[in-house]
């Protein structure tokens, strides 16, 4: 075979002089040694030992990177870089002209031309090629009959042709396909689709474009069809006069996919969205919403990126709701941003949501809460019904930090079941000393609080006031491998002023309480085996005694205070309340004992058990307005367990335990099984009985679960087709017997389409609920159609660890398409 080399040769390397005498060595000997060497002297060369004395000798070889495997060449390599050329039959001139017959080929950097009959012209670097023409182009693949084209600008035409894009899988056909340049090219009769082609003579791609004429821009990544018609199972199901569509996963501007829906309240909904990238730093989503009950909706949404901030920007407005018979609107600002200043660093904060009435969380319910998780049916509502206002600024140096903050909600009110709104900080300063390093092993803190509260009186029935508080503490810490003790005292004092007189009369008030703590604990280590397993077990008993003397706080009004959930966190803590507007009483001992087994190679927790409970020495005076004093001399136990005894699976509890009454007063019992990616079912059952903290029991069942129906026992990755899941959540109440939420959905993965439908039923109140029916089909690599709300939004938001499928795809290289 031929090889003509089109390229400057490399100087030759400078020969050592002959050996007078010797003769010339064989071709073969030459090479025979030269491999001899190659084989031998080298590892031998790698294995000597280097001379101590030669200071070279002790320098490590220095790492060079090479630009051999990159899969985006540099522009000043591609420039640099040779063309090779060879076939069966070469003839031209060196560095002027090739003309290649039989079995052709010509390879540049990322580009391979291959084809019957080749010729290439070196100065204007022309490439004409005809028969079974074949190019690979960093991966993306094209043959054709007939190709003329400038090879490094890669702008010519090509007749014939089949196409397939390494990055997105997609292919198709076309009578001609024109190449601007590298990035840029024009395809005309053309057909696209990321449907993979099996051996059948009969195959047919599930989804597939057809258009007149379709524009392909790498720079953008993006497509745009022209007079086309997009087809599935054979069927056209929407005209294409012109359509953009992505290339990659990148960001365009453009129209996005509609979204048709029926809700229970609105009616029939209709929203077209437009994306706007307006930098790679900034974009909009502007939605024309209709809804067939109430008429015609605008939304936006505007976000940006800065180095030192950033924010989002959302807002809604209907004219004239036809169910309500007024204007509606919401907006919403979120903005996070760092300042710079000479005194020390500092940062602005900004979270505002505002509505236009008292109902919009009724029948706007998914478009308040957005996107996050929903925890509870309680939870979800208070979100809907409790809108911030709040503003902060905060700045911190060395060992001092400060804030001030201003907080201003808004309640929308249910005269069936109206809440107490929280109170408005109008303002709050705060500042806080706390010192890195004392001298003899303490630790210590100073904070300070200023805050103005006001709310609705008609809701609060107490007055407003300016409190002011200061905590300082102080502590030693005496830490070993073996466990630990630390004292602490503590010094609080409030002082407040009220906006009118209490039931006494006074006006301001004052209290002053010191408190007292020792938190110690052991920590015991022994090997252990279980199940043949080996373990490395702990037991960790632990103390923790706190002291507050008595103080009547009963004519104190509560403003940010709450009493503490009963737990593991807040049983070893010194006071029973959260906020500052109460100091508990405390003389009680609270003994615990924790065993954990360790994994001695990685130290992951297998299994954690756990008891606590309090001894108390005196009665517990004060108290949340309301509330009986505690006089239990033993508190209720806290058992909890947790088992990780697999990467696969997980089993978490805890228990509430009245010695006295001999049952529990709240059990949490959750277990989950995830096995792999797209394969998790979880299981909880939460129980809580009437205490003085509870006013209504409660005991649900909750079970999500995301599963493939016909891969139950197998391994295969999504991508292979032919693949059902099963999706969802149910909580069930038992007290009511009736389900709270519901959200059930199937998935089905072709090779090339998603297939979603979705049931929703959410609470949003006693009596009410709203539901929806959401399908959506999504074309891998094309776009997503909806029939309803989005899908994935509520799988994700509802269904506990729940995957997008074909998530976290890893973007393949040009080597594993190399030619």
Not at 212 to 226: M, N, Q
Request: contains cysteine.
């Amino acid at each position: 075979m031929d090889r003509f080399y089109l390229s400057h040769a490399l100087p030759a390397r400078p020969s050592a002089p002959p050996v007078p005498g010797a003769a010339p060595l064989p071709a073969r000997s030459v090479l025979a040694r030269l491999a001899a060497l190659m084989l031998c002297g080298v590892p031998l060369a790698v294995l000597a030992q280097a001379d101590p004395a030669d200071p070279a000798a002790e320098t490590p070889p220095v790492l060079r990177p090479t630009g051999r495997l990159h899969d985006a060449l540099p522009g000043s390599v591609r420039a640099q870089l040779p063309v090779f050329v060879r076939g069966d039959r070469v003839t031209g001139q060196p560095d002027i002209r090739a003309v290649i017959e039989g079995d052709a080929e010509l390879r540049r950097g990322d580009t391979v031309i291959r084809a019957d009959r080749m010729e290439y012209d070196v100065a204007t670097d022309r490439a004409k090629a005809s028969g079974n023409v074949h190019i690979n182009r960093a991966g993306n693949v094209y043959d054709g009959s007939l190709l003329d084209m400038q090879v490094e600008a890669f702008s010519g035409f090509f007749s014939d042709t089949r196409y397939r894009f390494l990055e997105t899988s997609a292919h198709g056909e076309a009578s001609r396909v024109d190449f601007i340049d590298r990035e840029r090219s024009v395809v005309h009769d053309a057909t696209y689709t990321t449907c993979q082609r099996t051996d059948e003579a009969s195959w047919q791609p599930d989804w597939i474009i057809r258009a007149k004429k379709i524009h392909l821009d790498r720079v953008e990544d993006v497509g745009r069809a022209e007079d086309g018609v997009l087809e599935f199972k054979g069927v056209p199901v929407l005209p294409v006069p012109y359509l953009t569509f992505p290339l990659s996963d990148r960001r365009k501007s453009g129209f996005l996919p509609p979204t048709i829906g029926l809700d229970s309240l609105s009616g029939l909904e209709y929203a077209q969205p437009y994306y706007w990238n307006i930098a790679p730093n900034r974009d909009a989503t502007i939605t024309p919403v209709l809804l067939s009950r109430r008429g015609v909706m605008l939304s936006g949404e505007f976000r940006y990126l800065e180095p030192r901030y950033s924010g989002e920007i959302t807002g809604e407005f209907m004219p004239g709701d036809r169910l309500r018979d007024r204007d509606r609107w919401s907006y919403g600002i979120q903005h996070r941003g760092a300042l710079g200043t000479p005194l020390g660093d500092a940062s602005l904060g900004i979270n505002v949501r505002r509505v236009s009435d008292d109902d919009y969380w009724r029948d706007f319910s998914q478009r308040l809460l957005g996107r996050g998780s929903l925890p509870d049916t309680v939870n979800n509502q208070l979100a809907q019904r409790l809108l911030p206002g709040e503003v902060s600024l905060n700045w911190g140096r060395n060992d001092h930090t400060l804030s001030l903050r201003t907080v201003k909600w808004q309640t929308l009110q249910d005269v069936n079941s109206p809440i107490v709104p929280p109170y408005d900080r109008q303002p709050q300063l705060r500042w806080q000393y706390q010192p890195a390093q004392l001298a003899g092993g303490f630790d210590a803190s100073i904070e300070a609080d200023y805050t103005s509260f006001h709310a609705d009186r008609a809701y609060t029935g107490q007055p407003n006031a300016k409190r002011s508080y200061a905590l300082a503490q102080v502590s030693r810490p005496f830490l070993a491998p073996a466990g630990f003790i630390t004292p602490r005292v503590q010094l609080h004092t409030t002082h407040y002023e009220f906006d009118a007189p209490l039931v006494g009369g006074q006006r301001t008030a004052s209290r002053t309480l010191p408190t007292f703590s020792l938190d110690s604990g052991l920590v015991f280590e022994r090997d252990a085996a279980y199940f043949g397993r080996g373990f490395v077990q702990t037991l960790e008993p632990r103390a923790f005694y706190t002291y507050t003397p008595y103080r009547n706080q009963s004519m104190l009004p509560v403003y940010d205070t709450a009493a503490n959930d009963f737990n593991f966190a807040s049983i070893y803590s010194e006071n029973a309340f959260g906020g500052n507007d109460r100091v508990a009483d405390n003389n009680l001992l609270t003994l615990g004992v924790t065993t954990r087994l360790l994994d001695p190679e990685t130290g992951a927790e297998a299994a954690r058990f756990g008891v606590a409970q309090r001894l108390r020495f005196a009665d517990q005076q004060v108290t949340m307005p309301g509330a009986a004093p505690v006089s239990e001399r033993l508190s209720d136990v806290l058992l909890g367990a947790g088992i990780n005894w697999t990467p696969q699976w997980g089993f978490d509890s805890t228990v509430q335990y009245n010695p006295k009454s001999g049952r529990s007063l709240r059990t949490t019992v959750g277990a989950r099984y995830s096995p792999g990616d797209y394969r998790t079912v979880s299981a909880a059952y939460r129980m809580q009985k009437v205490t003085g903290l509870i006013s209504e029991p409660s005991e649900q069942i909750d079970v999500g679960w995301q599963w493939p129906l016909n891969d139950v026992l197998g391994s295969g990755k999504p991508g292979a087709g032919g693949r059902w899941y099963s999706v969802g959540r149910l909580n069930y109440s038992l007290e009511d017997r009736k389900l709270v939420d519901t959200v059930v959905g199937f998935e089905y993965e072709s090779c090339c389409w998603i297939g979603r439908v979705v049931l929703e039923r959410l609470q949003r109140s006693v009596n009410a609920s709203n539901t929806r029916l959401m399908f959506q089909i999504e074309f891998v690599g094309f776009s997503r159609l909806s029939l309803g709300a989005n899908p994935l939004s509520s799988l994700k938001q509802n269904v506990p660890r729940y995957q997008f499928l074909r998530e976290n795809q890893t973007p393949p290289s040009r080597f594993s398409n190399y030619d």
